[in-house]
């Protein structure tokens, strides 16, 4: 498609993890993400490959589970050094507050107990920390995305977890909505997934309220939240639209493509009471949707 040429940027990120078997299952994952992974055994190999590329990383995964047994000194500082490569994510099989202060205090920038380690916990953190920086050179965290100006995965995390607390707060109801366009490219980085995704943003949005909220979540995906509306009838006739809208054809360039959809819809309070709660079962719906094919929505 003339005047379309491939944007690629794709966040870099170093994974030392000395567990093999579990390196390339979270290696998997961060390419599956769209991220640009490194990987390393232990601490001097990985600081031999900073060596040999462009420092620092955009992020860093580093497994402590086996420094513990030689006391929180070690571990510490291995955070310590790994965190002149990039912001450092501790992961570990254990965590309570005083370790986790403890880490945070010698350069992490976040920590995840093994059960926390899902693709989706990983994305999230990952993209958290990106966002907001390290802990030593802390910058502005980038609130909309750059290609199509929506809400971007960070300030919707934000403006979802106030909704969950207002609507606790109000005893209010309110919906998540989460929109997977087909057909695009894996990793979404490049001008074509960002024009499809943008006319996606826009027809939504007209189906929406004033008051209602899109981002972009992953890149291929539109995150959504309709607040006050407590009748699931009357979300389900706003999936039925949006469903409608993505179903026509998408304009690019001189052609016209089809980019059929999936929805994952999660309600507050009867799915779940916490935000991170609403966001797992939206992706569990949306699972079940695009077990049923293309142009389905399904309710958590």
């Not at 380690?117 to 390290?134: E, K, N, Q, Y």
């Not at 929109?179 to 995704?197: C, F, N, T, W, Y």
């Not at 819809?265 to 699972?287: C, Q, R, V, W």
Request: proline share 5%; with cysteine; glycine share 6%.
């Amino acid at each position: 498609m003339e005047g379309m040429s491939p944007v690629m940027h794709r966040e870099r990120v170093l994974l030392v993890e000395d567990n093999r078997d579990l390196a390339a299952s979270i290696l998997e994952t961060l390419e599956e993400s769209g991220f640009d992974p490194d990987y390393a055994s232990d601490g001097a190999q990985a600081l031999r490959l900073v060596e040999s590329t462009s420092p620092p990383f955009d992020a860093v995964l580093l497994d402590l589970q086996p420094l513990f047994d030689t006391g929180m000194t070690k571990a510490e500082g291995v955070v310590a050094s790994m965190a002149a490569l990039g912001p450092v994510i501790a992961l570990t099989g254990t965590l309570d507050s005083g370790t986790e202060q403890s880490l945070k205090r010698a350069g992490a920038a976040d920590c995840l107990f093994d059960d926390e380690t899902t693709p989706r916990s990983l994305r999230r953190a990952i993209r958290h920390v990106i966002a907001v920086g390290d802990g030593h050179k802390r910058r502005t965290p980038r609130l909309f995305d750059p290609s199509t100006g929506l809400a971007t995965q960070f300030l919707f995390w934000e403006i979802l977890g106030l909704a969950a607390r207002r609507a606790k707060r109000n005893r209010d109801f309110f919906a998540l909505l989460l929109v997977e366009i087909a057909d695009l490219p894996p990793d979404g980085a490049d001008a074509i997934g960002d024009a499809v995704i943008h006319i996606a943003a826009e027809r939504v949005s007209n189906v929406l309220r004033g008051s209602d909220t899109v981002a972009r979540f992953e890149h291929h995906q539109l995150a959504i939240l309709v607040e006050s509306m407590p009748r699931v009838e009357d979300i389900q006739i706003v999936a039925e639209k949006i469903m409608q809208e993505l179903a026509k054809p998408f304009a690019l360039g001189d052609i016209e493509r089809n980019f059929r959809a999936n929805l994952g819809i999660s309600l507050y309070p009867t799915s779940a009471e916490n935000a991170d709660m609403l966001i797992g079962k939206a992706f569990e719906a949306l699972a079940s949707a695009k077990t049923r094919g293309k142009d389905h929505f399904v309710f958590a």
